[in-house]
């Protein structure tokens, strides 16, 4: 069964960084789609970021305009961990982060899903972040 589990969460204020942890088990997921998706109050799950190990020893990975420049996404095959380092942090930025695992999408594919149809997409329970300003 897979299972995802964020932490990391918190309130923070504007400026300042959190990093988001998504611990995978129940599967390999190195061959596996891995991303962040997040969700304000009255507003729709919207893509963060997304990443895939390449194979070789690169990954790949997509962003949100958004957040370009002020957060990273990364990976730790032996963990089944994927991170989201968040600098610079916004109020805009609050939201619920979910992490989402999808094994037959690529990064660019699963930052272009619609979470409300996501198919094989498995997705966490999600963790709160809240930037105050």
């Known amino acids: 069964q897979v299972q995802l589990v964020e932490s990391g969460g918190g309130l923070v204020q504007a400026g300042g960084s959190l990093r988001l942890s998504c611990a995978a088990s129940?599967?390999?997921?190195?061959?596996?789609?891995m991303g962040w998706f997040r969700q304000a109050p009255e507003k729709e799950r919207e893509f963060v970021a997304a990443?895939?190990?390449?194979?070789?020893?690169?990954?790949?990975?997509y962003y949100t305009d958004s957040v370009k420049g002020r957060f990273t996404i990364s990976g730790d095959n032996a963990k089944n961990t994927v991170y989201l380092q968040m600098n610079s942090l916004k109020p805009e930025d609050s939201a619920v982060y979910y992490c989402?695992?999808?094994?037959?999408?690529?990064?660019?594919?699963?930052?272009?899903?619609?979470?409300?149809?996501?198919?094989?997409?498995?997705w966490g329970q999600g963790t709160q972040v809240t930037v105050s300003s």
């Open positions: 990443i895939k190990w390449s194979g070789d020893i690169t990954w790949n990975e």
């Open positions: 129940g599967r390999t997921f190195s061959t596996w789609a």
């Open positions: 989402a695992a999808n094994p037959a999408l690529s990064a660019r594919a699963l930052s272009l899903i619609n979470p409300r149809t996501s198919g094989l997409t498995y």
